[in-house]
């Protein structure tokens, strides 16, 4: 059973624009949410975070939205940029019993035209 | 110098042969992680260590066992390898959280390839 789903393989922009990743999850015992971009050939590396009590987080040109009554979160870049072509994963977290392990997306692996 | 190094970055191994992956971080982290990545299923995780006397098992551990050698080395055993423990592994590290929630570090991965 998938707890943190994905449901767009890939995503095209252009440079330029707005590239919103979108991230759905089905447990509501979740409190945090981050993602990670990754490229080819290295580990992921952490990007953005967001806790429950929250729902806007904002780092330079990356935003994350959570709506906790949908269960959906979501990643803005603005504007894009072709570095910043790369596969994003979204995790989500219960912390408590289990200890803050993280439920990993299936990824979207984002391309930025320049 | 990059803080957590996995070794090797590459194998290609036999179905029945055992093989180990080692990690090793200078973060200075108790908390370690082995996941393995699949493609259309994303990282899951394999097995976890939250200091050397504290190992616990993930959602996929069967055909895999860890050993925490110190706080700073975790290492993933295949004890027989099969073909569809053909993957990308990675391991990650993180530090006890404070009021904040804990965020993971990975390393560059080793991509396995069972024949």
């Known amino acids: 059973d998938q707890q943190v789903k994905q449901n767009s393989p890939s995503l095209s922009v252009q440079e330029g624009r707005i590239s919103i990743l979108n991230c759905d999850y089905t447990n509501s015992m979740f409190d945090y949410f981050l993602w990670y971009k990754k490229y080819p050939a290295e580990g992921p590396t952490f990007l953005i975070s967001i806790s429950s009590i929250k729902d806007k987080n904002e780092d330079g040109r990356f935003t994350v939205f959570l709506n906790k009554s949908a269960k959906h979160l979501s990643l803005h870049i603005v504007p894009s940029q072709p570095g910043d072509s790369a596969v994003y994963f979204c995790?989500?977290?219960?912390?408590?019993?289990?200890?803050?392990?993280?439920?990993f997306g299936q990824g979207t692996e984002l391309s930025v035209k320049p | 110098d990059a803080d957590v190094t996995q070794t090797p970055r590459n194998r290609i191994t036999k179905t029945g042969k055992r093989i180990m992956l080692e990690c090793s971080q200078t973060k200075g982290h108790d908390r370690m992680y082995w996941y393995r990545q699949d493609p259309g299923l994303g990282l899951r995780l394999i097995y976890y260590s939250f200091d050397v006397k504290d190992i616990n098992k993930g959602e996929i551990s069967d055909g895999y066992s860890v050993s925490r050698q110190a706080q700073a080395k975790f290492s993933l055993s295949l004890e027989s390898a099969i073909p569809n423990q053909t993957a990308l592994y990675f391991c990650?590290?993180?530090?006890?959280?404070?009021?904040?929630?804990?965020?993971?570090?990975f390393g560059p991965g080793t991509r396995l390839l069972v024949l």
């Open positions: 990650a590290t993180s530090e006890v959280p404070g009021q904040g929630q804990e965020t993971q570090y």
């Open positions: 995790a989500a977290s219960v912390w408590g019993n289990q200890g803050g392990k993280l439920i």
